[in-house]
């Protein structure tokens, strides 16, 4: 999903300047582009929108144009992914909150997106009943790497933090799990992060599928 709206991002303002923007945009977003991937410590993988469209900005600064020209170019080349068309389930996820929940346990999810495509997202694909808090960027709560948001699914949940397990796929999610005082940090290969990315995680696994085991 990210890999396409990062090339298509740098058409699009290429576009509207005339300039060459590939190079310092895919490293102010950490996207590689001869791979393909986003890098899991880049602002691709743990920034809001609304502050990527603001580094955007700064980097067409930055880059020689007036305020007037880059607002422009950023208004005609600024397009938000879609998650509900883009995104696809790496496993049954339904199956998999149902039996979260039959062991006794609560899911909650905490994103970098915005609530209005989040909750698109869950309900495309079915699980809005089966997720009971969802902390989005735009909520108003400090986002990842800092521990507002787990905190505030603990106390929504009535659920102490050192009871709680952090699951992501970068070292942001890791980060915001460690510093909320979780119990338990696991990293999944499936998204972003690498094995040496989430090197610092209580566990690692293949693939979120993976998690019906620990339960």
């Not at 990527?52 to 980097?59: F, G, Q």
């Not at 068309?85 to 899911?107: K, N, Q, V, W, Y």
Request: glycine share 10%.
């Amino acid at each position: 999903m990210w890999s396409g709206w990062a090339e298509q991002l740098a058409a699009g303002l290429e576009a509207a300047t005339g300039r060459s923007l590939r190079r310092p945009l895919f490293t102010m977003l950490g996207y590689d582009d001869r791979t393909g991937r986003a890098h899991a410590g880049g602002a691709l993988i743990a920034t809001p929108m609304g502050r990527l469209r603001d580094l955007t900005m700064t980097l067409l600064l930055g880059e020689g144009l007036d305020r007037i020209s880059a607002q422009a170019a950023l208004d005609t080349a600024w397009n938000a992914p879609d998650p509900v068309a883009l995104a696809h389930p790496l496993t049954d996820l339904g199956r998999l909150l149902r039996e979260i929940r039959a062991s006794g346990r609560r899911s909650a999810i905490v994103t970098s997106d915005d609530r209005e495509p989040t909750d698109r997202t869950l309900a495309a694909l079915g699980l809005t009943e089966l997720v009971e808090v969802v902390v989005c960027a735009d909520d108003g709560i400090a986002t990842k790497p800092a521990p507002d948001a787990v905190l505030y699914v603990c106390t929504t949940l009535g659920v102490a933090p050192e009871r709680a397990a952090v699951v992501g796929d970068s070292p942001a999610d890791l980060e915001m799990g460690r510093s909320a005082g979780a119990g338990l940090t696991i990293g999944v290969r499936t998204g972003v992060g690498a094995a040496g990315d989430l090197a610092s995680a209580d566990v690692t696994l293949d693939s979120v599928a993976d998690l019906r085991p620990l339960l």
